[in-house]
């Protein structure tokens, strides 16, 4: 079975000894076999939350053998936190331009794209229907910070090269966030563009208000 992202000729780990020793190379067929188990970890993680999580699936998704599983995660949290990590990381890039509004504008427009995407709300729903999860709650609490610390860079950027006034990046990114993840759940409104620079610009003019 293919998965969604990784080209078809993918190399497939091997278990003798020559593959283990290739397994602490980085790059190369490893990187490739490392990202086709972690792809599939995310999409059964979606499908079946962290308890339905059984490693024999995650190798017959992805298309390697077991012991590739067990030897690069034996540790099935671990698993989980480097898969969403993943995904956070593939799933929401940031530009740096120049242009502060535009960048942040583009991000929240992708933003919402991948929040309505099929894997994002089987994850929400997820970890809303399994509170108790610690593992789960864990894993996608991270990667939401990871997602959203390139944020938090951008503004950092932004203060050292005078475009805004400093400012708690943290606090920004949750006011930037916030409001797409409204719109994306409730599905009441499309999210535009327009409400895109809308949602920027108040903040940027909230930062430029009450600057000291």
Known sequence: ???????????????????????????????????????????????????GLRY???????????????RNWPDRAELVSAA????????????????????????????????????DRALFQAT???????????AVRAAHDQRLATVRRRFDDAVATGEIPPVDGYLLTELLSGPVFLYVNRRRRPFTREVAETIVDVVLAGIRATAP
């Open 128 to 138: 809303v229907s399994a509170p108790g999860n610690a593992e789960l709650d864990e």
């Open 1 to 51: 079975m293919r998965i969604r992202g990784v080209p078809e000729n993918a190399g497939i780990a091997g278990t003798d000894d020559a593959g283990a020793r290739q397994a602490a190379r980085p790059g190369g067929r490893n990187a490739r076999v490392r990202s086709q188990i972690l792809a599939a970890t995310t999409e059964l993680v979606a499908r079946d939350g962290v308890a």
């Open 84 to 119: 969403l990590s993943q995904y956070a990381d593939d799933a929401a890039p940031l530009r740096d331009s120049g242009d502060l509004r535009r960048d942040l504008v583009d991000f929240l427009l992708l933003f919402a794209e991948r929040l309505a995407s099929p894997v």
């Open 56 to 70: 024999e699936e995650v190798a017959e998704l992805a298309g390697v053998n077991r012991n590739s599983v067990y």
